[in-house]
């Protein structure tokens, strides 16, 4: 096993990042995922709300542990116990259903969808139109669910019998970003397609999708200012400008194979975990709930953020291009290096000579991801997945048992699902 140990200062807070490679063959079904993480989560959590995570050699930032033949324990206050990095197993159980999972706040995401087109404004018919093919190509709705679920859930904490006004806009206003992320994502990554659909700058041009892009995060601004709570503008503003420093970062190391991970986990924190943390804090917030709780909602939505840009960028090896959505490898070919990637470069030095080629020579592209596959860049990337995920379930132990809690907690089961 070799696993390394960052503890990163953003300024806001610390955000503590563990990637792990385990050749372990220990299975574990989904179920006791969620029963080990509790079980961890009772004798560490209350050390956990400072945010940090122990190695085994704790006199320096970032340390490599190798393979012991015994687990190394990854968590503050933990003394002996499995592995926290869980495999899942297909049993009987069925599936988690998007659905099913989205049940308990079915009306509220109803209401969402009925008034996302007015908020992006009748006045500006090419804007609606542009803003239509991505509300409508299929996506999930999974942040402003996050934010209903995380609403609801906190509201019980205090009291609160009914969801505020400010629930319910912020959710609006988070779908607004995400989807004007989506949209600008799209033109900097030159893609087709979009979750089975043309892309906007593919129906209407670069010009309009950029404008369209800009005018939904102006007017997500505009509605967030209208909440008149500092703490959640500050939240949510932060992650505008994380969107381009996640971009930025992503294009200043295209096919750098010497790319670490640690930089891996920093970018898609600030390209996918920032969003979803903002989302599920600045939920608890309006639910007035205890600092100490709605911290650990951020902790929360960055894990699952982390473990569900880590399961995302593994389904691009091994899923099909009509299962994407987009054509498979397609990262890899544009030279943005993810997980699977950087645990493969450790092993492969064929693999770092066909990215440094910039896949130069015919079918290298299907080569350099056959590497990927054979070296262990998928399993160990899988491992990374889990381990975040079983953070994020030791983080919903502040709230109370119940259909909302439950539901986030198969959030993190249902993304992990995608890989098996």
Known sequence: MSMTCHNLDFGRAKLDLVACGCSSNASIDRYSVRNYAKSVSKSCIRDYGSRRLVCCRREIARCRVFSTKTPETLLEGVAEGPTGLLKLKKDSREPISITNLFEVVADDLLTLNQNLQSIVGAENPVLMSAAEQIFGAGGKRMRPALVFLVSRATAEVVGLKELTTEHRRLAEIIEMIHTASLIHDDVLDESDMRRGKETVHQVYGTRVAVLAGDFMFAQSSWYLANLENIEVIKLISQVIKDFASGEIKQASSLFDCDVELEEYLIKSYYKTASLIAASTKGAAIFSGVDSSVSMQMYDYGKNLG????????????????????????????????????????????KLREIIESEFCESGSLDEAIELVKNFGGIERAQELAKEKADLAIQNLSCLPQGSYQSALEEMVLYNLERIQ
């Open 306 to 349: 982390l473990s569900f840009q880590v399961v995302d960028d593994i389904l691009d090896f091994t899923q099909s291009a009509e299962q994407l959505g987009k054509p498979a490898g397609s990262d890899l070919a544009k030279g943005n290096l993810t997980a699977p990637v950087i645990f493969a470069l450790e092993q492969s030095p």
